[in-house]
């Protein structure tokens, strides 16, 4: 079965603070999938990136940084230099070839503070 | 360029009445789901389906069923509400490959009183 584990359920940082969210996922699959959304105080699910299981390398995007780690299972995001907008919970996801449907941690809600 | 539309937004009920809510996508996806969302659960699959005329069975299932008659849609029905089913439901769809993201709706917010 798969399960993902987001441990941290609330962070609080002052603005320019780096930050990161952790994730760790349990899967039997050797092909799997791994997802991060954002939702926003708006409440929609927002899109951020996705990783498959053959790919470790990091990724950057602006502000926004994802650390894969096969050997520990987890894929942690780091907010750079973080923003009142970045306040929102983020979640992340995995699914595997068979399954198809995303399989969601509990989400980590992340206030920034000015 | 609507993406994934679910009617209603909100919703009251009262305990035992029945509805139905509504997902249309316009990106001709195969997949389709609906989730619900509880407090310090993050989302939790319902139901699902592959395509046209196949509904599967999710994590949570029991107290609602589905059906998608046409492609573009996929409904979520309760039958007899109870107040276990006051959440938010998202409903989302993705292509056939895995590795490519699902886009949701925007949520509907239910309350069974």
């Known amino acids: 079965a798969q399960k993902v584990t987001q441990a941290q359920t609330e962070i609080s940082v002052v603005e320019k603070e780096d930050v990161t969210l952790d994730c760790v996922y349990e899967?039997?699959?050797?092909?799997?999938?791994l997802f991060w959304y954002k939702q926003p105080p708006s409440g929609e699910l927002v899109f951020l990136i996705r990783?498959?299981?053959?790919?470790?390398q990091n990724e950057i995007s602006g502000r926004y940084s994802w650390n894969f780690q096969k050997s520990t299972s987890s894929f942690n995001f780091t907010i750079t230099a973080s923003q009142v907008v970045d306040s929102a919970v983020y979640f992340c996801?995995?699914?595997?070839?068979?399954?198809?449907?995303?399989?969601f941690g509990s989400g980590t809600r992340l206030q920034v503070q000015p | 360029n609507a993406g994934v539309t679910q009617t209603p937004k909100f919703r009251v009920l009262k305990t035992g009445q029945s509805m139905t809510l509504l997902c249309a996508q316009d990106?001709?996806?195969?997949?389709m789901y609906w989730y619900r969302q509880d407090p310090g659960m993050g989302l939790r699959l319902i139901h699902y389906?592959?395509?046209?005329?196949?509904?599967a069975k999710g994590e949570v299932p029991d107290g609602y069923n589905v059906s998608r008659l046409k492609k573009q849609n996929f409904l979520l029905g309760l039958e007899s509400a109870a107040p276990s089913q006051t959440s938010v439901y998202f409903c989302?769809?993705?292509?056939?490959?895995?590795?490519?993201?699902?886009?949701f709706g925007q949520g509907t917010r239910l309350t069974v009183v």
């Open positions: 989302a769809s993705s292509t056939s490959h895995p590795n490519t993201e699902a886009f």
């Open positions: 899967t039997r699959d050797t092909t799997y999938y």
């Open positions: 990783r498959n299981s053959f790919d470790e």
């Open positions: 996801a995995l699914t595997d070839t068979g399954r198809r449907a995303l399989t």
């Open positions: 990106m001709n996806h195969e997949y």
């Open positions: 389906s592959v395509g046209e005329g196949t509904t």
